[in-house]
C-alpha cells in the first residue's frame, strides 16, 4: 500500500520561500510519476509540478514556473518543491501525487490521473 506524506508547509509573507518534502513508503515499482498539486477554498484542485521518478524530466504550470522547482530523491522516492518569491494567490493546501508510469504523459498535471494522494500541507502567503 502506497502511503505519501507532506511536510514543510507553513505562514509566510509574500515573497519569502518555502520548502515542502513528500515522503513516499510502500512503493514496490522503480518508474513513476510524481507530482504536486494545491487547493485553494472554493477553488478547483490545480496542478502545480510534475517529475519522472527515473528520468527527471520535469513541468510546471505557468502559474509557478521560474518560481517553484520540483526534484526527488532518486534513491527513496521523497519529492520536493521548493517554492520562492511566493504569492498572496500561492496560498493553498499542497498535496503530493503518484502513479506507475514510465514518464510522465502530458497530461500528468490532471489530477484524474494519479492513483495516490498524501492528505497535504497548508501553505499560507501574507
Known amino acids: 500500500h502506497v502511503q505519501l506524506v507532506e511536510s514543510g508547509g507553513g505562514s509566510i509573507q509574500a515573497g519569502g520561500s518555502l520548502r515542502l518534502s513528500c515522503s513516499a513508503s510502500g512503493l514496490t515499482r522503480s518508474a513513476y510519476c510524481m507530482a504536486w498539486f494545491r487547493q485553494a477554498p472554493g477553488k478547483e484542485r490545480e496542478g502545480a509540478a510534475r517529475?519522472?521518478?527515473?528520468?527527471?524530466?520535469?513541468y510546471y504550470a505557468d502559474s509557478v514556473k521560474g518560481r517553484f522547482t520540483i526534484s526527488r530523491d532518486k534513491a527513496n522516492y521523497t519529492l520536493y518543491l521548493q517554492m520562492n518569491n511566493l504569492r498572496v494567490e500561492d496560498t493553498a493546501m499542497y498535496y503530493c501525487?503518484?502513479?506507475?508510469?514510465?514518464?510522465?504523459?502530458?497530461?500528468?498535471?490532471?489530477?484524474?490521473?494519479?492513483?495516490?494522494w498524501g492528505q497535504g500541507t497548508q501553505v499560507t502567503v501574507s
Open positions: 501525487a503518484i502513479r506507475i508510469a514510465a514518464s510522465c504523459p502530458s497530461d500528468a498535471l490532471r489530477g484524474d490521473y494519479y492513483a495516490a
Open positions: 517529475i519522472d521518478t527515473i528520468g527527471g524530466a520535469t
